[in-house]
């Protein structure tokens, strides 16, 4: 293509920048929205399999396999069976078996989840790239009653080493009971992991054993309100779940099969990769909703773009004239007119990846906080330029009408006496 074309399509272009500055907001927008969407889904996708990592199984009472990943992982429903702590030894002494982290729910510190497991939690459990949890402050618990803060409770509500707070039994809404005989005391504090872990606070199981002795049905019987800490009520009779790691992957299914087929009790053990990708499965109609929306907005742009070139020929008449007049092929008119769209398509792409990189960077801390997802400011992904290629090419189909009709007009004007 002859540079002065390209030139000649850029002034032409610039000559009506004010008409064609809604086409390119449109177009912007909607290069926001689709690549937006493109770039939270990946990134949602790796919030998700980021949560759970090096873990090999997740066994819990016989149910559905979503709700035990839900209230394991992401600390979401509360769970209504439990397994035995017997069961659980019973499983860690299998061949193959290199470590169990019993998981116990059903507490809570102003909304936020209390878990109960071992200290092999803060050993064993991984997440992202098998990356494991590391202590911007302080350390694992030392006494019977202390707790392990995520970095979103502490920063929402201001705990650090030292800080005391008290449980209430269940999600903490209306009528929950304090568990203000024991105050629990933080003895460290986890560094951000963009997962559930985030909101989460840890003790240990002993210590949600001796809350509730002396409970039954989620409520202390009569004079026994306080919670006991003698030892033989520190040792958890009943988990809700528990994280299994094995010495070697393949010996998972056999595994499998043993949980499934307990004898003890009904038992059941999920492959938390395979019941992640069902949960992700669910979000497919969502995600399809959104992707159609925006590429509707991108078909609305490049159909008000092609009006705008359209309008415009009749008042460029005599212009696309006078270039045939001067040696302009019909062809290098066809040409010119693509070159336009192509270039105000360009200038949209360019405005609406900015826009996005924009609010990436403004708003990826805020979100982080808030909802646990990180957006990353990285290199554009494959999918993501098959949408940027997507557009453009949408818009040289969309610029070839106004391009015939360009033909027509200057092909008539130049076998015109009177053009």
């Known amino acids: 293509m002859n540079l002065w074309l390209l030139n000649l399509a850029w ?13 390119v907001v449109s177009i912007a927008l909607a290069t926001l929205m689709l690549l937006g969407l493109e770039r939270a889904r990946n990134d949602l996708r790796s919030h998700f399999v980021s949560a759970v990592s090096g873990t090999d199984l997740i066994v819990g009472a016989r149910g559905g396999q979503l709700p035990l990943l839900l209230y394991t992982v992401f600390h979401v429903g509360t769970p209504t069976n439990t397994m035995k702590a017997s069961s659980v030894e019973a499983i860690a002494a299998q061949p193959g078996v290199a470590w169990v982290v019993p998981i116990v729910k059903g507490d809570s510190h102003r909304g936020y989840p209390v878990m109960g497991t071992s200290p092999g939690y803060f050993e064993h459990v991984r997440y ?34 030292s800080s005391q707070l008290t449980l209430a039994h269940g999600d903490g809404g209306l009528n929950a009971i304090a568990h203000d005989d024991h105050p629990f005391t933080v003895s460290g ?28 049905g989620g409520r202390p019987l009569p ?3 306080k919670a006991s800490v003698l030892p033989g009520a520190l040792q958890p009779v009943t988990v809700n779940a528990a994280l ?5 992957r ?20 999920i492959l938390p990769g395979v019941t992640l990708d069902e949960l992700w499965g669910l979000l497919t109609p969502i995600e399809s909703t959104l992707g159609v929306m925006g ?18 020929l009749n008042e460029r008449r005599r212009e696309l004239a006078i270039l045939r007049s001067v040696g302009a092929r019909p062809g290098q008119i066809v040409l010119l007119v693509s070159c336009e769209s192509l270039l105000v398509t360009l200038v949209g792409l360019l405005a609406g990846s ?27 992904t494959p999918s993501e330029g098959i949408i940027v290629l997507s557009i453009i090419a949408a818009s040289l189909l969309a610029s070839l009408i106004p391009a015939w009709r360009a033909y027509r007009v200057t092909l008539a004007d130049g076998l015109s006496p009177s053009a």
């Open 11 to 23: 002034r032409s272009a610039w000559n009506r920048r004010f008409s064609l500055t809604f086409t």
């Open 223 to 225: 004079g026994q309100g």
């Open 244 to 248: 299994i790691g094995l010495e070697r």
């Open 128 to 161: 992202g790239l098998k990356q494991p949890l590391v202590f911007q402050s302080g350390g694992p618990w030392v006494n019977a009653f202390d707790a392990v803060l995520g970095a979103e409770v502490a920063d929402a509500l201001g705990y650090t080493v």
């Open 250 to 269: 393949a010996a998972v299914f056999s595994l499998q099969r043993y949980i499934n087929s307990f004898q003890a009790e009904p038992l059941m053990a």
């Open 189 to 216: 504090v986890l560094v951000r992991t963009g997962t559930p872990v985030d909101r989460s606070i840890l003790v240990s199981t002993q210590a949600l054993s001796a809350l509730h002795a002396g409970w039954i």
């Open 354 to 380: 900015i826009a996005l990189f924009a609010l990436i960077a403004s708003l990826g801390p805020w979100l982080q906080t808030r909802a646990g997802l990180t957006l990353s400011l990285s290199l554009p």
């Open 295 to 312: 590429w509707l907005i991108a078909a609305v742009s490049l159909a008000g773009l092609m009006s705008v070139i359209l309008t415009s």
